[in-house]
């Protein structure tokens, strides 16, 4: 009766890895396909790997560089790195600081300030994006109109900001979308590091500003390494913000790159194409959470047990 | 400069920058929705402010409101029975100390690392009707079917959303669910097996009722999330959803970007933001009631 059971249970977990894992499995192998191959044999595996030789691996590199080349996706991958990095700094830094002051001092209005930012978790993006979009057109008539005695000091001409279709418009609505997340988080993080390094530092004569870098960021970094993940995943994967904001093909990001190309590579029936501009677009997460899939369960674990 | 003053300065300094962004693009355009969803606006002439008449049209029972809400209810009713099942299933088996675990729970929550967009082309590869259709190859070689199936064709895409949600979300409430039972003191198995308590009867009134608050938080994730729901619609639909798969947030963006009618859409991301809203308070609420101390 044990030994069936066991089976059974180990039966069902494989069977559920199997579904999981062969969708993916399935992509990485198709896209190692040239398009006679594929059209020969769509689902069984690339002769890449039955039978490698040089025209099989040339076929392979020929769709990578296809979709990293010829259709921009070394772009939409660099326009992701610059958003999503630049973001990540500002949140972490501005988060952090925020955290810290809230966690460690008694002042007029914290109290207030702090459910202030726990209330945007309840906001959906959904309910900004219209202002926002609006707001954006406004901010940048205005700085247009701030900066316009100077650009034609300078001989610049007529200058026009726009924060549409800017990748410094998109960071600030990201860093600003994630702060009640990080602060909230990281809030609780500082709360939990003992009050005696701080206080040893300061009677060390450091001034506050060094306490908060040199002492309690290094000690908090378990913390930051955890929100630092989950704003990663969110930012590199968002795509509502990114469809409203960015509509010059040379500024857009990998999700909103990927679905524009898929619409024209399923048209064009270019599938190694496809493929292998998927593999990419999956590839830099899944690669992040493998090396710190320990820390991200933490910050799973650490929100269950708080719920 | 005094003591006081210095610590002021600091305060300003750490809370000001995150403040003013957060007031700037966060609070100031949530209370422009609320303006917004009060006037008839096309987004170049001035606006008229209407009252809540853009409610009124909406709660019209012939309006499309109705229509996606209930998309959306489908879409976190239908995979989240599955999800929740599969999840509890997986995490209670994994529990067991099994064999492999750590491989299993690390690969399970692959999908969820992956971007919605990434998914839902996969989706539409794995669905196609086209010479790259992971399902109709195998119907067609495997099963001798003559005609591709069109698995994605606008009348019933949202059945064929259900795998791809299940297969996308289920990782993550088993990795929530499992941290739950790990939280479980083992005292407590030990003292129902002594007790002589059957595994079945320990795990509905051991596990389950102990990690009740868990639960309801993971069903209030699958609700808001299926409240929200807008990427794979948008892309299956290549940005041009039908009346049989608007959800909540694609009507928006339709009314907004692609009739003008700011006020209206705008009036349904209102209602979209209060339903969240109600439906984190009402679990906040059963929670604060029911929550077991241990």
Known sequence: MKSIGSFLKYALLIVYLIAVVAPMAWVFLTSAKSTQEFYKNPIGLPTLVTAPDTATFNAFAENYEKAWVGSNFSRYFVNSVIVVSISLILILLLGSMTAYALARFEFRGKNFLYALFLAGLLIPMQLILIPLFFQFSDMGE?????????????????????????????????????????????TAFFRTLPNELREASLMDGASEYRTFFQVMLPVGKAGLVTVAIFNFLGLWNEYLFGLVFLSDDRLKTLPLGLASISMQAQYKSDFGLLFAGLVIAMLPTLITYIFLQEQLTKGITAGAVKG | ??????????????????????????????????RYSLTRWDGLSPAVWVGLQNFA?????????????????????????????????????????????????????????????????????????????????????????????????????????????????????????????????????EAARLDGASNGKIFWSITLPLMWDVLTTGIVFLIVG???????????????????????????????????????GTAIAVLLFLLVLIVTLVSRRLLQRERLEY
């Not at chain 2, 012939?62 to 209810?73: D, E, R």
């Open chain 1, 142 to 186: 205005a700085m247009t109109e701030f900066f316009a005695p100077l650009a034609r000091a300078l001989g610049l001409g007529k200058l026009t900001i726009s924060l549409h279709d800017s990748h410094f418009g998109l960071i600030l609505i990201y860093v600003a979308a994630s702060l009640p997340f990080t602060v909230f988080t990281l």
């Open chain 2, 1 to 34: 400069m005094t003591k006081r003053n210095e610590r002021n300065l600091f305060l300003w300094m750490f809370l000001g920058p995150s403040v003013a962004l957060y007031s700037l693009f966060v609070l100031l355009p949530t209370i422009n929705a609320f």
């Open chain 2, 57 to 189: 049209r909406i709660l019209d029972p012939k309006s499309l409101f109705y229509t996606a809400l209930g998309h959306n209810i489908f879409l976190t009713l239908a995979p989240g029975i599955f999800i929740l099942g599969m999840a509890l299933l997986f995490a209670y088996l994994i529990h067991q100390r099994i064999k492999g675990a750590r491989l299993f729970r690390i690969t399970f929550f692959f999908p969820n690392v992956i971007s919605s967009v990434a998914i839902a082309i996969l989706w539409v590869l794995i669905y196609s009707t086209s010479a790259a259709g992971l399902i109709n190859n195998v119907l067609k070689s495997v099963f001798h079917f003559k005609d591709a199936v069109p698995f994605t064709e606008s009348s019933h895409l949202l059945w064929a959303l259900v795998p791809m949600i299940v297969w996308s979300a289920t990782g993550f409430y088993m990795v929530l669910f499992l941290a739950a039972m790990e939280n479980i003191p083992d005292s407590f198995y």
């Open chain 2, 226 to 264: 299926g409240l929200k729901f807008f990427d794979a619609i948008w892309v299956m639909e290549n940005g041009r959803p039908s009346t049989s798969t608007h959800t909540l947030s694609s009507l928006m963006y339709a009314k907004v970007f692609e009739e003008y009618n700011i006020g209206f």
